[in-house]
């Protein structure tokens, strides 16, 4: 007998984990939905500079520790100038948390055409590499080694989605590429982790699946807990692993899902 099945809303609790002083972020994607709330979060510690990047769209506040990049990504030539960008601007990176990605076929795999699986897997695993690559020969000679954060799908280790099929692809890749970019920074104290997340409502499902009200209450329902989690949940996760009480973490895929797939 399993009993009644009920969903227990996400309560905020009254702290959040913080970063050094000093700290030197930057964020790709800041304008999504998890973009913004890490960035919100980052604000609310010790003063740090934060790099909010976003291919069109800027992040809304006007804080004068965050510095707006906008730029779209178009190779690695793109990917680069805009680590040396944040670089030059604050002076070195102690953190690169990498959010762009998205999904531009909606639709089963079988119907897709060339151009739009080359775009995804650009997209979402190009360019992460790029930039990370960027950002950890940036970090080489920091007194405190380095961060970077990658993010996965918990649906990658799964098959995939026939709807979104190269994403998942890419973000298997991603797990590849977290460990041996991890083994790599290792001697320089450049830590390199991911975030598997599952169904977070940070408006991606909608964005780029067109996904309603309803469909989304669909979806919740398959999740263990009955709900989909926070952005701030995802936010605290991932303010947590460029923590000090991160120094130990490296190599690893993080997974923030509610049970999903359980």
């Not at 009993?3 to 984990?17: E, L, N, Q, V, Y």
């Not at 009200?213 to 605290?236: I, T, Y």
Request: proline content about 6%; glycine content about 12%; hydrophobic content about 45%.
């Amino acid at each position: 007998h399993k009993g009644t099945r009920i969903m227990i809303p996400f309560k905020a609790p009254d702290w959040s984990p913080t970063v050094d002083p000093g700290m030197r972020i930057l964020i790709t994607g800041a304008s999504g939905g998890l973009g913004r709330a890490l960035v919100d979060m980052l604000l609310q510690g010790p003063d740090c500079r934060i790099g909010a990047h976003g291919a069109s769209k800027r992040h809304p506040s006007n804080d004068p520790r965050i510095v707006h990049l906008t730029k779209a990504f178009n190779g690695a030539n793109d990917c680069e100038a805009l680590v040396n960008e944040f670089v030059a601007e604050v002076g070195g990176i102690d953190a690169l948390v990498v959010l762009s990605g998205g999904i531009h076929f909606s639709g089963h795999w079988k119907d897709m055409p060339e151009a739009d699986w080359a775009r995804d897997m650009d997209v979402n695993l190009n360019q992460p590499f790029f930039l990370a690559r960027a950002a950890m020969a940036a970090m080489q000679g920091n007194p405190s080694g380095g961060r970077i954060l990658l993010t996965g799908t918990e649906s990658a280790i799964h098959g995939g989605s026939a709807m979104s099929f190269p994403y998942a692809i890419a973000k298997r890749g991603t797990e590849c590429m977290v460990e041996g970019l991890a083994r790599e920074g290792a001697p320089a104290g450049v830590l390199v982790n991911g975030l598997r997340f599952g169904y977070i409502d940070s408006g991606f499902h909608g964005r780029w699946h067109a996904k309603t009200d309803a469909d989304m209450k669909a979806r919740a329902e398959l999740v263990p807990l009955k709900r989909p989690g926070h952005v701030d949940e995802a936010a605290a996760l991932m303010t947590f692993l460029l923590s000090g009480w991160a120094q130990f973490i490296t190599g690893q895929m993080i997974p923030l899902t509610g049970g999903d797939w359980l």
